[in-house]
């Protein structure tokens, strides 16, 4: 698979929907883990990102206006000992929990199916970074419809390596259309060798998301040697 950059990704995509990237960066001292949120409804926009300890929130903008809040109210990032968990929806409190247990990642993922938001039905894309003496692996997984004839949930999980330089990119939708066309595929390799530092691929990276329809954006970077992060939260709403 080609190495591509995020940013000609993102630009061509007005509806990417919900997207996670992880990666290390180019000196290799750091995880790099990064999730937005895109929205077409006026329920979809009126959230905002909020920091919760360790971990990320996120919460209407406006309360009044929220009306089901059923797949777009969760914890979007939690750390467990030296796991970081990243998704779209509630399956990081699954996750979570599960680990909690000594279970692993899959197992979680094994009792959690797509979004039950025909004609949708989004996938619920979720990553774990694990950082271990200065080094670190990653997994990703979408859950997705098998086909428009079944009810039947495909599953997929990638490890990977930390690799100076590079990420993947996993998200929802391949772009906008009614219904929405899911994401298909391993998760794109994408160049993080020349990102700058933390509020630089902040700005790049909300910069390139469709201006109509981004929501929120997080940037956590960990430091490998200290295990210490920093975390950047844009919200389109403030």
């Known amino acids: 698979m080609i190495e ?8 061509n995509n007005s509806y990417a929907g919900r997207g996670i990237i992880i990666g290390t960066s180019g000196d290799a001292s750091k995880a790099i883990i990064a999730y937005f949120l895109m ?3 006026s329920n979809s926009r009126n959230r905002i990102f909020l920091e919760d300890g360790d971990g990320l929130l996120i919460k209407a903008f406006d309360e009044s206006k929220l009306e089901d809040p059923t797949l777009i109210i969760y914890s979007p990032l939690r750390v467990l000992d030296n796991c970081t968990i990243v998704t779209n ?8 929990e599960y680990m909690q247990k000594g279970l692993s990642f899959e197992e979680a993922l094994r009792s959690r199916v ?3 938001d025909a004609p949708n039905y989004t996938p619920r894309i979720s990553g774990i970074v694990a950082c271990n003496d200065q080094s670190f ?3 990703m997984s979408i859950l997705k419809k098998q086909s428009p004839s ?6 997929n999980v990638f490890e990977f390596n930390a690799c100076p330089g590079q990420g993947h990119f996993i998200h929802t939708y391949l772009g906008d259309g009614d219904p929405l066309p899911t994401f298909t595929g391993e998760p794109e390799i994408i160049s993080l060798q020349n990102i700058g530092d933390i509020d630089d691929f902040t700005t790049m990276l909300w910069n390139s ?3 109509d329809n981004k929501v929120s954006l997080a940037v956590r970077y960990i430091d490998l040697p200290s295990g210490q992060w920093q975390t950047r939260i844009v919200n389109r709403n403030q």
């Open 4 to 11: 591509q950059n995020i940013v000609n990704i993102l630009e």
């Open 39 to 41: 929205g077409r409804s």
């Open 89 to 96: 929806g509630d399956q990081t409190d699954t996750i979570y």
């Open 114 to 116: 797509y979004e039950p």
């Open 137 to 139: 692996t990653y997994k």
């Open 150 to 155: 079944s009810d039947a949930c495909q599953r």
């Open 209 to 211: 998301l469709n201006a």
